[in-house]
């Protein structure tokens, strides 16, 4: 999937629960340039929500896709500003 | 045949250039009203025992991750959140809440609480959730403004030096109220 685009940092939150993988993803993208995707494994259900929730209520940063696998949950998020 | 159409302006009516003023003169005042500056929370935080340590940190840290500016007064109980020492022994009451799986007479027996509070610190320990200091100190990473209210601290008979080093001491009612003011969400805890 991730072929269409460059992945420019990943995230490992694995085993960690609300609030942090909002936190860290936030965290993460601070740390990324304009235009940049990060992508983010985290094992907490929530982060589907919790992340897609983040990413439309934040400024300068997108939520590009969203995956479920067998264990982890991916998130890919861009910072656009 | 007249020349005078239907929009031509009379004397007591507007222009439509004094109009386009007028908008632009309500759009600048809405501006500043509704504030593109950043949103705020503030949160009130109360209680003290370990359940109720959680939810103004969590939602403190998340707002930071939104962006918003965050400010957590805390007063009473509230303040041992803050107090370096206190903060790693906070207690889970066994008594007086009814989905405890322990009847109260059992459960008000002495040393119950250390028991309800070792379970309790094991469960966040296995789940890998966040512990109180954790949150507290990747909060103040994030720029989450804890105040310790000055009045409890005198009245329990704190110390300033006993809270993490970046809790700002000495406010009041007054400041936490002008903070709720200011803010979007305003959460009592």
Partial sequence: MSAEYDIAETLDVKGASCPMPVVKTKGAIDDLAAGEILEVLATDSGSMSDIDGWAAGTAGVELVEQEEGDDVYKHYVRKTE | ?189
């Fill in chain 2, 1 to 189: 045949m007249s020349t005078d159409t239907p929009d031509a302006p009379t004397d007591d009516a507007p222009s439509r250039a004094e109009l386009a003023a007028r908008v632009d003169e309500l759009e600048d005042a809405l501006a500043e009203a509704t504030g593109d500056d950043g949103k705020k929370m503030s949160i009130i935080a109360t209680k003290g025992t370990l359940d109720m340590a959680y939810p103004p940190l969590i939602l403190a840290s998340t707002a930071a991750a939104f962006g918003y500016e965050v400010t957590v007064f805390h007063t009473f109980w509230g303040l041992d959140i803050l107090h370096e020492e206190r903060s790693k022994r906070l207690k889970l009451s066994s008594v007086g809440n009814p989905n405890m799986p322990l009847p109260n007479a059992v459960a008000a027996l002495p040393g119950m609480d250390r028991v309800t509070t070792r379970m309790m610190e094991k469960r966040i320990a296995d789940n890998d959730t966040a512990s109180i200091e954790e949150l507290l100190e990747t909060s103040l990473d994030m720029g989450v403004e804890f105040q310790a209210c000055q009045m409890t601290i005198d009245l329990m008979d704190y110390d300033e030096d006993d809270f993490y080093d970046g809790v700002t001491t000495g406010v009041g009612a007054a400041t936490a109220l002008q903070d709720m003011a200011d803010a979007d969400i305003q959460l009592l805890v």
